[in-house]
């Protein structure tokens, strides 16, 4: 069993990372940090009794985002997803994709999503 959690370059991804952390905590399994920032992810303040790997979004510099997690849930076999979601106007969920609303519409196993202040 292994969590995965996407983990964005914005504010919401210290969020989802720690809401990953008690989620793998709790069903007491590993965690799969998918950072899809540009900056490498820091993880040294994090609960040390969690296995974490930190996986470093590679390919094309264009790559998507959602087509990297999506990649990891089936490379490890991963039974839950960790995002973290925040609100968005009309006008914005019309014109602009969401890299969690696609994840959430396209992922193969459950999805836990936590809002972001």
């Known amino acids: 069993m292994t969590i995965i959690v996407a983990v ?36 040294s303040g994090l609960d040390a009794e969690v296995p974490i790997t930190v996986v470093e979004r590679t390919g094309r510099g264009d790559r998507d985002p959602v087509d990297a997690v999506l990649d990891e849930i089936e490379e490890r076999d991963a039974t839950r997803l960790v995002i973290a979601v925040r609100r968005r106007s009309v006008v914005s969920k019309a014109v602009l994709g969401s890299i969690s609303q696609r994840l959430i519409l396209n ?8 809002k972001a202040d």
Not at 17 to 38: P, Q
Not at 107 to 114: G, H
Request: charged share 15%; no cysteine; glycine share 12%.
């Open 8 to 43: 964005p370059g914005t504010t919401e991804g210290p969020v989802a990372l720690r809401a990953g952390m008690a989620e793998a905590k709790s069903l007491g399994t590993d965690l799969v940090a998918v950072n899809l920032g540009i900056a490498a992810l820091d993880v």
């Open 107 to 114: 992922s193969p196993i459950p999805v836990l999503a936590v």
